[in-house]
């Protein structure tokens, strides 16, 4: 699979948190989770260079998703 250049930050949350009951609050786990793991936070920083940006990089979904142990094989189907 080839990631996509760059993936809106509301799209992998709602695909990350299909339970909630809509995208603000999946982007609101999303932040939380990455806030509570130092390990994530620290990898995610040393690669953004915008925060304020709407959307991941690939380098940046790829380190995400390995957080979440999900391949890009079961991300695709998600």
Do not use: W
């Amino acid at each position: 699979m080839i990631l996509p250049r760059t993936l809106l930050k509301q799209d992998l949350a709602a695909k990350l948190y299909p339970q909630s009951s809509n995208v603000s609050s999946a982007m609101q786990l999303l932040r939380k989770e990455i806030k509570l793991s130092p390990e994530l936070n620290a990898k995610l920083d040393e690669l953004t260079r915008n925060k304020r940006a709407h959307y991941y990089t690939h380098k940046e979904l790829e380190i995400i998703l390995e957080h979440f142990c999900i391949g890009l094989e079961e991300f695709e189907e998600l």
